[in-house]
């Protein structure tokens, strides 16, 4: 049985006194939740005082992004080690922000999910197709080839410590969600694409997130397919009515 993980991204959104009111929030609101795994991940200025506010309780903590060496002259920089430190469980790599706005490429993605993952952390490895790339029929070519330069390296090991979140960036922050049947269908290509690369038995344990305008009132029905294993939300992350609605519904699930 996977255990769902319902992940929110901020992106850089909100200032330090929403940060903290949301947090608080929601450390609140969840204080009884315990069939669903719970992060935010907020700018990471704001990471430092926010771990300190969810310390002892059952959210988790995630940063946007890491680089892949532990320390030294890397101007404007974060290491995983800097991360944890602050008390952050989970680092989002790859997102198609990341990607698209800051020439992210598979192979960058990859020597940070090493340095990630040998710091202790769980990455959230993002992968997902353009519009274009939809149209034009590739987009198991290219989410396929995505996973396999982002993943490249990993022990069976690493890759059971390892987050997928399949998020086409078509529907991010554009309201357009992947119907679940077209969600479904790439989890189930990512799962068996695992499979091959690593074992069946491995690929039935990864947890693979849906992510693109994920909201409270299309959430069960996305996270009720067999290889949805949770949400990585981002618009609907920032408002505490909304992101509790997803845990909600993430926590009457039953598969
Ligand atoms: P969205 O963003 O929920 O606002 O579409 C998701 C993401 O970018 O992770």
Same mark, same amino acid.
């Given at each position: 049985?996977?255990?769902?993980? +319902?992940?929110?991204?901020?992106?850089?959104?909100?200032?330090?006194?929403?940060?903290?009111?949301?947090?608080?929030?929601?450390?609140?609101?969840?204080?009884?939740?315990?069939?669903?795994?719970?992060?935010?991940?907020?700018?990471?200025?704001?990471?430092?005082?926010?771990?300190?506010?969810?310390?002892?309780?059952?959210?988790?903590?995630?940063?946007?992004?890491?680089?892949?060496?532990?320390?030294?002259?890397?101007?404007?920089?974060?290491?995983?080690?800097?991360?944890?430190?602050?008390?952050?469980?989970?680092?989002?790599?790859?997102?198609?922000?990341?990607?698209?706005?800051?020439?992210?490429?598979?192979?960058?993605?990859?020597?940070?999910?090493?340095?990630?993952?040998?710091?202790?952390?769980?990455?959230?490895?993002?992968?997902?197709?353009?519009?274009?790339?939809?149209?034009?029929?590739?987009?198991?070519?290219?989410?396929?080839?995505?996973?396999?330069?982002?993943?490249?390296?990993?022990?069976?090991?690493?890759?059971?410590?390892?987050?997928?979140?399949?998020?086409?960036?078509?529907?991010?922050?554009?309201?357009?969600?992947?119907?679940?049947?077209?969600?479904?269908?790439?989890?189930?290509?990512?799962?068996?694409?695992?499979?091959?690369?690593?074992?069946?038995?491995?690929?039935?344990?990864?947890? +693979?997130?849906?992510?693109?305008?994920?909201?409270?009132?299309?959430?069960?029905?996305?996270?009720?397919?067999?290889?949805?294993?949770?949400?990585?939300?981002?618009?609907?992350?920032?408002?505490?009515?909304?992101?509790?609605? +997803?845990?909600?519904?993430?926590?009457?699930?039953?598969?």
């Amino acid at each position: 049985m996977r255990r769902l993980l +319902i992940a929110g991204n901020w992106k850089m959104n909100l200032d330090r006194g929403r940060s903290l009111s949301l947090v608080q929030g929601l450390v609140e609101s969840l204080r009884n939740t315990s069939n669903v795994d719970v992060a935010v991940c907020p700018p990471s200025v704001y990471l430092g005082e926010l771990g300190k506010a969810l310390h002892g309780s059952n959210i988790g903590l995630g940063a946007q992004n890491a680089y892949n060496q532990p320390e030294g002259a890397y101007t404007g920089e974060v290491s995983c080690g800097m991360l944890k430190d602050v008390g952050c469980q989970y680092v989002i790599l790859g997102h198609s922000e990341r990607r698209a706005i800051f020439g992210e490429t598979d192979l960058m993605v990859n020597e940070k999910l090493h340095a990630v993952l040998a710091a202790g952390l769980t990455p959230i490895v993002c992968v997902g197709e353009t519009l274009q790339e939809r149209e034009a029929g590739k987009t198991q070519q290219v989410v396929e080839s995505q996973c396999k330069g982002s993943l490249a390296g990993l022990s069976h090991e690493q890759m059971l410590k390892t987050v997928v979140a399949y998020e086409p960036v078509w529907a991010i922050g554009t309201g357009k969600t992947a119907t679940p049947a077209q969600a479904e269908e790439v989890h189930k290509d990512i799962r068996e694409l695992l499979g091959s690369l690593f074992s069946s038995e491995t690929s039935q344990k990864v947890i +693979i997130l849906y992510g693109g305008s994920v909201k409270a009132d299309n959430a069960l029905e996305l996270l009720s397919e067999p290889n949805i294993d949770g949400a990585l939300v981002g618009g609907a992350s920032l408002k505490q009515d909304s992101f509790l609605g +997803i845990v909600q519904a993430a926590s009457s699930v039953k598969k």
